[in-house]
């Protein structure tokens, strides 16, 4: 299934001049940046110290063995990593993560809230890591060293638990080679997932991301109000 938003989404538009050294660079389209605990059948463990046959647990599917791996780094080139290519920081509590955690614009996150079951009428939701960063306290992070970015998959598409209860999608096939800026570059490079997992558009994520944050604001006015009382 088509995932519903595309590099150009991303704000990575346009051509490069043929001369252009960081047509050749290569970086990390997607993945788990290196740092991150995963639940496992061993405790909680650094995403870039898994190996294939690994058991992970899933929220669908229990404990489910590693079939594929890739890794690479978050960008090759020599000059600056581009902006669009910058992970996301969400703070902790955001998506019931236990600490600060770092994302991939491109990957997908589960969310839940009442927001999504009045919307899409299910209170858990696919969306672009993306979509989060119009929420109070997400930002962008400058790479200030070399960042390794994992991915791992299974023999079929899995949710998986990460940095406490926060969820990623790792759908099947997810590991493979680094993308090529020249594909980055390109407005035809878009992610896939199938049709097991429904992924919103980048649109519908950020008017269900706004949503959620109107909802909080709503929770926040009475315990204000409770307190100054």
């Known amino acids: 299934m088509f995932m519903g938003w595309k590099t150009s989404d991303l704000g990575i538009t346009g051509s490069r001049p043929a001369g252009d050294r960081r047509r050749d660079?290569?970086?990390?389209?997607?993945?788990?940046v290196a740092g991150t605990l995963v639940a496992t059948s061993m405790g909680w463990?650094?995403?870039?110290?898994?190996?294939?046959?690994d058991e992970v647990m899933t929220f669908d599917g229990g404990m489910q063995r590693i079939t594929g791996m890739s890794r690479a780094r978050l960008w090759t080139g020599e000059a600056e990593c581009p902006r669009p290519m910058w992970p996301i920081r969400v703070p902790a509590g955001v998506m019931g993560n236990r600490r600060d955690l770092a994302l991939m614009p491109e990957e997908t996150v589960v969310i839940e809230s009442d927001a999504a079951e009045d919307m899409f009428d299910d209170p858990f939701a696919l969306?672009?890591?993306?979509?989060?960063?119009?929420?109070?306290?997400?930002?962008?992070?400058?790479?200030a060293r070399e960042v390794e970015v994992v991915s791992i998959s299974f023999a079929e598409d899995q949710v998986i638990f990460v940095e406490g209860s926060a969820l990623i999608f790792c759908p099947t096939g997810a590991a493979g080679a680094p993308i090529g800026m020249a594909a980055v570059l390109s407005e035809?490079?878009?992610g896939t997932a199938s049709s097991a997992y429904?992924?919103?558009?980048?649109?519908?994520?950020?008017?269900?991301?706004?949503?959620?944050?109107?909802e909080q604001a709503a929770r926040d006015v009475?315990?204000?109000?409770?307190?100054?009382?």
């Open 25 to 32: 660079a290569r970086g990390a389209g997607h993945g788990i």
């Open 45 to 53: 463990r650094p995403v870039e110290a898994l190996m294939v046959g």
């Open 127 to 143: 969306i672009p890591a993306l979509a989060l960063i119009d929420m109070p306290g997400v930002e962008r992070i400058r790479p």
């Open 188 to 190: 035809e490079f878009n």
């Open 198 to 214: 429904q992924v919103l558009s980048l649109d519908d994520a950020r008017l269900l991301a706004s949503c959620m944050v109107a």
């Open 222 to 229: 009475p315990a204000a109000a409770r307190k100054a009382a």
